[in-house]
């Protein structure tokens, strides 16, 4: 069975500056692997996936991830954070096992400050 | 984009009863659509995955009795959590996937938000 790991719970970053989210995941075969956002009382949105090809994908909002085989990861990444990205990140792993099943890491929360 | 709405958005009710969540897919079939719970400040987790016309497959520990799902169209899957109880109080979340995107993205709804008093 896959499996997520968010290992930062929580991440504070200042306007402007950069941001790198990481994700580890587990499973036998290459998953489809996933960025989703959670503002407070919002529900998700899809930031970006990687199914296979170019391993750096291009997301919504400025995001991109990179996707590393031999690190089992999937960090998202962002050159200049904006206060609005202030939410909830999940990392998430697709696979099929008798049907297509998502499996969400536990979150990072982003804090931005001034 | 394709959009998946709930109803209600948030609910109230006494212990004991029980609470019908709908979640619509508005612009496309939904071949499957999934059912999360989501506690506060924790990841969602998976409880069950339902095909259109078929049975439900429950995850591992979660009570098939106590959560009724019905896919019974490809635009309308529902939740019911029978003889609800406080501790059944959460977020709920719904996804669907299916001629939108490709089977393998999922379009999640905004949740409904069920307290059990």
């Known amino acids: 069975a896959q499996s997520v790991t968010q290992p930062d719970i929580h991440i504070t970053v200042s306007e402007g500056a950069s941001l790198e989210l990481r994700c580890n995941y587990s499973?036998?075969?290459?998953?489809?692997l996933f960025w989703y956002v959670q503002s407070p009382g919002q529900g998700l949105q899809l930031l970006l996936k990687?199914?296979?090809?170019?391993?750096l994908v291009q997301g919504i909002k400025g995001f991109e991830a990179e996707f590393k085989r031999s690190q089992s990861s999937f960090n998202l990444r962002k050159p200049s954070v904006h206060w609005s990205d202030a939410a909830e990140y999940f990392c998430?792993?697709?696979?099929?096992?008798?049907?297509?099943?998502?499996?969400f890491g536990a979150g990072t929360r982003l804090f931005v400050k001034a | 984009g394709a959009v998946v709405s709930q109803h209600p958005s948030r609910v109230i009710c006494k212990s004991g009863t029980s609470v019908k969540i709908e979640c619509r897919s508005l612009?496309?079939?939904?071949?499957?659509m999934f059912w999360y719970r989501q506690f506060p400040k924790q990841s969602l987790m998976l409880m069950a995955t339902?095909?259109?016309?078929?049975?439900?497959?429950?995850e591992q520990g979660v009570e098939k009795d106590k959560f009724l799902i019905n896919h019974a169209s490809l635009t309308l899957s529902t939740l019911t959590v029978t003889s609800a109880h406080p501790e059944d109080s959460s977020f709920y979340i719904c996804?669907?996937?299916?001629?939108?995107?490709?089977?393998?993205?999922?379009?999640f709804g905004p949740g409904t938000r069920l307290t059990v008093l």
């Open positions: 996804s669907a996937s299916g001629t939108s995107g490709g089977r393998d993205t999922q379009y």
């Open positions: 499973y036998g075969a290459t998953p489809y």
């Open positions: 990687y199914f296979s090809g170019d391993t």
């Open positions: 998430a792993v697709g696979a099929y096992t008798g049907g297509f099943k998502t499996i």
């Open positions: 612009d496309f079939q939904a071949t499957t």
């Open positions: 339902s095909n259109e016309g078929s049975k439900a497959t429950y």
